[in-house]
């Protein structure tokens, strides 16, 4: 005889569900799955399951409305760009004595898609293997990484180069050595600007990270040009950053950048 499903298991109806699990409901009509959710949080599908079975998720509603926002708004639907933004919201693990968890993140990803004919069929390659073609890539550096040069960031760039992508950047450095507003429309566009203020008095800002969304704002720098930019710095993606800050206006000359992260994608082809 088949076991009777106990009440709690499977979800329940929607309107019993928490904040969390009803957020990523409109993420799974939006077309994604649990496992994209928990990409996008930086978690894995268990968790995002959990939302649902265990009424977890409480430190994930301000990301994933973030994300829900973006989406529903026509923004940016790749991982990378909503995984950018969802961090700026995450709430960080706690230990028992309320200090904040030590985690260790993935610094540097790279994401590849499957290659189909006009029909919608997969491409096989001479192996007999499925034919991938690069989607997108993300690395970060914080403070000590910078200061060696940076070199897990310059894949990304180089990705971009090869496959005719597109990059945008979120640096982070002391609040007051910004030259403009936080909300102004070409830098750290979108719903939520993309800005995330930090208590040690540093300040995170997007750059042409909008694509197509809310804000109007840049597009994603030519990837070829990013990297004749970094080229010019030496290979050294953090100096090319700080100098095209500097030259824009973006930034006080001199300004330290403590934290980078470069993403790349391959543009819509529509």
């Known amino acids: 005889m088949t076991p009777r499903t106990r009440r709690g298991q499977g979800g329940g109806r929607r309107e019993q569900r928490n904040e969390a699990a009803r957020l990523t409901d409109q993420l799974l009509d939006a077309g994604f799955n649990k496992r994209q959710v928990g990409d996008i949080l930086g978690r894995n ?12 998720g409480a430190s994930m509603v301000e990301a994933l409305r973030a994300v ?6 026509g923004g940016p639907r790749d991982i990378t760009s909503l995984k950018a933004l969802a961090d700026g919201y995450v709430q960080p693990r706690l230990t028992q004595a309320g200090y904040k968890a030590r985690v260790r993140g ?6 590849e898609k499957t290659v189909k004919d006009k029909r919608g069929r997969t491409v096989v390659g001479s192996d ?72 040690d008095g540093t300040e995170e800002r997007a750059y042409a990270d909008n694509r197509g969304g809310p804000g109007s704002g840049e597009e994603g720098f030519d990837g070829p040009q990013f990297k004749a930019m970094v080229d010019a710095a030496g290979g050294d993606v953090a100096a090319a950053v700080q100098k095209w800050l500097i030259d824009n206006d973006r930034i006080e000359p001199g300004t330290q950048i403590v934290g980078l992260e470069i993403r790349a994608w391959m543009p819509r082809q529509d």
């Open 45 to 56: 599908a268990s968790l995002v399951s959990q939302f649902f079975t265990k009424n977890k």
């Open 68 to 73: 829900v926002q973006e989406v529903q708004a």
């Open 128 to 199: 007999g293997k499925p034919v991938k073609t690069w989607s997108s890539s993300l690395a970060k550096a914080g403070r000590q990484h910078i200061a060696s040069g940076a070199s897990r960031l310059r894949p990304v760039v180089e990705d971009a180069a090869q496959f005719g992508g597109k990059i945008a950047f979120t640096v982070r450095a002391r609040k007051g050595a910004f030259k403009h507003d936080s909300g102004r429309t070409t830098d750290s566009p979108g719903l939520r600007r993309n800005v995330v203020q930090r208590r």
């Open 106 to 111: 993935r610094s540097r990803m790279r994401s």
